[in-house]
């Protein structure tokens, strides 16, 4: 008989809807029926393309002994952390405090009235490894809450209050300034590995955020090292097997499984990694004209739309690592990217067979498991004719379509979707793919159509155009005002400058502290053991990062002063990391840039349909200027009428031709008609 999660819009919680654990969602009535029971709360929190959360679910939750256990002693709880982000904030940061580690699947117990008590990551159904087995630890907490009630509730209270006292504060830090961004900078020289291009350490997740720094920084201050780390990190990512070498897109990190051996993916794709990455190769191609960063950017392009677009326009979360081995029935992490050379063999012919096994480094022993290999890019690998290649991988790409394909969690996160909006809206404007902004244009319609209610309010995530109970976080505002600023840019639609801006003013009004530091959470939000606050950048942009730089851009537009005021108190946590930490707060130097550099307001003047005004608009995109703001049209009259951005605003077109006017720290260059001209004030690179 299904469980409580039948109706649920998250397909991680759907797959747990037939277990025989009672599972509940997250919501009162989980904690009023433990009360009501006296027993503890079994919290576990995971995600759909998580692969050692089907592994615990297929050990343990599918077990029904094991699920007899949980039922009779505890109320469980089953979260999908995509979509409650704060519940998984708070309680990840109490199991890091605890264990010095964290990680999915979370299992984490906790009193009825949501304080935690016990805490872990997978448990395995049997002990090994100095791992005590799941049965072992449900049997432990259950004896501790019946027989040391005093002890486990002493355990509780001190760490929900070590919990409540970490209210981070910047202090006096004050913005971010040029010796910031240096000194970070330096702090990063030291942990690239100057031979291989990656950071040091034996995993490897995509630093997407640091390189986009690093191209800012680039643009800025003229920093050579800091164009040639961006060019190593991006090319050591696009020849390893972090990059699907034959679908395009990236899986989520690599280890280095032993010395000098290969780079072994974790294989789901997350649209999250795929969108900033896209827009990361997009943004080198535009520094450098680099034709490797072109293809990166327009197959991750083309791969979120091929493989994770759904019906109703937006983009699902993520596809699985694992996959069914086809002639098994088993599910194995990797068995769709993986070949040997004689699969090669068999879809290719002896000849090109071989070719590809030399050129993509599949071997006979293999470089993964089962004598199979993932595809990478060998340095000693032999060069081939570029349509030769194109046909291989066609022919490969159409193969391997004929495999069980992964399992994707087709649910829409709202701020994601906003990553990936900015990203294929940039990719269309530069590559000459009006397909792309089309794309973005319809998830960006999504957004609005499914997502915003009618004060603007975001709902966290959707699913089949259905929306889901959760109220949007600081991500979700930043990050979709972002997507929105930058189709604003692209389409000269300042319709996308609007909603932007409802977005930016909720994140005034129900995000912000006192000091300018904001909060993940809205001040009407759920109120949990800690209202959660995150300014590091890891995965992905922190809201707080992602809230600061659409602040920024929409003060640039406007002339607003409270927003742009906002900004600058938001980014003093970049001050306060940036020298120390600047791995874990790239977005929030990347942000901090455009700060320094103004950011540059660029106003192009003239018809729409002219093709000297599609000109100098495509020249202003394709400006390095960190984070500079494009607006396009018509003149705007004083009194508000004509153009739809504020920039335009009494711009006059000189002698009667499309006119670009670039201005920064209220100060103006020339207004100039001439291409040159205006590519020479925005840094635009020619290529």
């Not at 900015?422 to 794309?439: I, K, S, T």
Request: one cysteine or more.
């Amino acid at each position: 008989m299904p469980n409580r999660l039948a109706q649920a819009t998250s397909p991680y919680l759907l797959q747990h809807a037939d277990n025989p654990v009672d599972w509940w969602p997250w919501e009162a009535g989980a904690f009023e029926e433990a009360r009501r029971r006296d027993v503890p709360v079994l919290l576990s929190v995971g995600y759909s393309a998580c692969h050692w959360c089907h592994v615990m679910a297929h050990e343990s939750f599918e077990d029904d002994d094991t699920a007899a256990y949980m039922n009779e002693h505890f109320v469980s709880v089953k979260v999908d952390r995509e979509e409650r982000p704060d519940v998984d904030a708070v309680y990840m940061e109490a199991v890091q405090a605890a264990t010095g580690q964290g990680g999915w699947p979370m299992s984490v117990f906790m009193t009825p009235d949501g304080k935690p008590f016990y805490f872990g990551t997978y448990f395995p159904p049997e002990a090994r490894h100095g791992m005590p087995s799941f049965r072992q630890v449900l049997e432990g907490v259950h004896n501790a809450w019946t027989s040391r009630r005093d002890e486990v509730g002493e355990v509780a209270g001190r760490i929900a209050r070590d919990l409540a006292e970490r209210e981070l504060s910047t202090g006096d830090a004050g913005a971010p300034t040029e010796e910031t961004q240096a000194v970070a900078l330096l702090q990063l020289t030291r942990d690239v590995d100057p031979a291989s291009g990656w950071f040091k350490g034996d995993t490897k997740f995509p630093p997407s955020m640091v390189i986009e720094f690093l191209l800012r920084h680039h643009a800025r201050a003229g920093s050579v090292a800091a164009l040639e780390m961006a060019e190593g990190l991006c090319g050591a990512m696009a020849r390893s097997s972090l990059y699907d070498q034959v679908g395009g897109g990236f899986h989520r990190y690599v280890l280095t499984p032993r010395p000098g051996g290969s780079l072994v993916p974790h294989f789901e794709k997350m649209l999250y990694d795929n969108a900033l990455l896209c827009r990361v190769y997009a943004h080198l191609w535009r520094a450098t004209g680099s034709d490797l960063a072109r293809r990166v950017a327009l197959e991750t392009a083309d791969f979120m739309v091929r493989e994770l677009r759904t019906r109703e326009g937006g983009f699902a979360s993520a596809l699985d690592a694992d996959s069914e081995e086809a002639g098994s029935g088993r599910h194995v992490e990797g068995a769709y990217y993986a070949w040997t050379p004689g699969e090669l063999a068999e879809v290719l012919g002896e000849a090109d067979g071989e070719l590809a096994a030399a050129y993509f480094g599949v071997t006979e022993e293999g470089t993964f498991e089962h004598g199979k290999s993932v595809l990478q890019l060998p340095q000693d690998g032999p060069v081939v004719e570029a349509g030769r290649l194109a046909s291989i991988r066609e022919r490969l790409l159409a193969a391997r379509g004929l495999r069980p394909a992964p399992g994707r969690d087709d649910k829409v996160v709202a701020a994601w979707n906003g990553l990936a909006i900015a990203a294929l809206a940039e990719c269309g404007a530069f590559f000459g793919r009006p397909d792309l902004v089309e794309r973005a244009v319809e998830a960006a319609d999504l957004l609005v159509r499914v997502h915003m209610d009618g004060t603007a309010r975001l709902a966290r995530t959707s699913r089949d155009g259905r929306v889901g109970a959760n109220a949007g976080v600081l991500e979700d505002y930043g990050d979709v005002a972002e997507g929105f600023l930058t189709l604003a840019a692209v389409t000269g639609e300042g319709v996308w400058l609007e909603f932007a801006g409802f977005l930016v003013d909720l994140v005034l009004a129900g995000f912000t502290a006192e000091d300018g530091s904001l909060y993940d959470t809205a001040h009407d939000a759920e109120r949990l053991i800690r209202r959660p606050q995150d300014p590091t950048d890891t995965a992905a942009p922190s809201g707080w990062t992602a809230a600061a730089g659409a602040l920024l851009s929409y003060a640039a537009h406007t002339g607003s002063r409270p927003h742009r005021e906002a900004a600058e108190r938001a980014l003093a946590v970049v001050q306060a990391l940036g020298p120390r930490a600047p791995r874990f707060i790239g977005h929030g130097l990347a942000v901090a840039e455009a700060l320094v550099d103004g950011p540059r307001e660029v106003a192009v003047v003239g018809h729409p349909e002219d093709p000297a005004t599609a000109a100098l608009h495509r020249t202003a995109l394709l400006g390095t200027a960190p984070g500079a703001v494009v607006a396009v049209g018509l003149p705007r009259a004083a009194d508000g009428s004509g153009g739809e951005f504020p920039l335009l605003a009494e711009r006059t077109l000189v002698r009667d031709l499309p006119t670009a006017y670039v201005c920064r720290h209220f100060v103006c260059a020339r207004p100039t008609t001439e291409l040159v001209e205006l590519a020479d004030q925005l840094g635009v690179v020619h290529h």
